[in-house]
């Protein structure tokens, strides 16, 4: 299956580990299975208001999503998602259903929400359709999975970062360094995850994120408050561009559900989730993507968000405000 593409670039979603490890996932199957690219070269993509990508932005001899919404674009070659919500309109899911119909898109874009990850999705078609060894990737794969599907056996466990993946999740849903996660990517399926925490560019970025971390916190605890089993927090006025989603649980074990307000240098965001270890069987939980998509937003089943324009905090609040109204009613 050699060709003369030379390039093929990879969005991902950004400042997020299963994004980073699908991404990494990815490139990997590509060299082992299509061998048809001499360069790869990676973009983080982040829910904005006004869209995902712009058509130019598609500018490889193949262009590939991983982790993210669908673009209706000819210039798209591989997708790969398992969000609920991976359709910004109708129309995008219209379009990949046509492709999936004619046969002309099956072996290159894939969707399932079934899956916990989209790294252990993509490397379930990637044997499966492909014949990858996937093996030696079992580790990766099983991290993923922990934290992209909040399966963590505590909130301890998720907020006080003892193992090296969970260093690795802060780095890469904290820092603000655009470079550091492209850095990260080829060595999430080429090097031991205990060894990357070891590198000299990893430890240097780990030591302020800590403190960060720390910081982020004590911030939590001073300005969440849980009402109905709805715990909600407002910290736009100490712009951030990230902090670990299990914080309030961790603070607050018996909240049921989290609706928080943050902002960073390109949205306000509305950040919605469901307690993993809340108590409640499954079949009384609120859909939480369902929620975020009547605003624009989307996710999973016990977790999403919405995004607006940084200059929209007071929209952003007053929608926080109706989520965590309508979550208390349930």
Known sequence: MKGTALNLRIFYHDHCFDGACSASLFTRFHRECIGSISDFSYQGLVHKANGILHEDELAGAENAIVDFKYTASPKLTWWFDHHQSAFLTP???LHFEAGQLDGSQKMRQFFDPNYISCTGFIAHIASTNFGMDVAPLRDLIYWA???DGARYESAQAAVELAEPAMKLTLIIESSPDASLIPKLIPLLTSTALDKIIELPFV????GPLMQQHIAAIELIRNRATVNGGVLTFD???QPT???SKFIPYYLHPDATYVVGLSKSSFRTKISVGTNPWTALPADKLINIAAICE??????HARVGAISFPPDRESEARTAAAEVA??????
């Open 91 to 93: 129309a995008d899911q």
């Open 145 to 147: 999975n922990i934290v």
């Open 203 to 206: 430890q240097e970025a780990i």
């Open 235 to 237: 910290i736009t006025d």
């Open 241 to 243: 561009e990230g902090y």
């Open 294 to 299: 009547r605003y624009g937003g989307g996710g």
């Open 325 to 330: 109204t309508e979550l208390r009613s349930a």
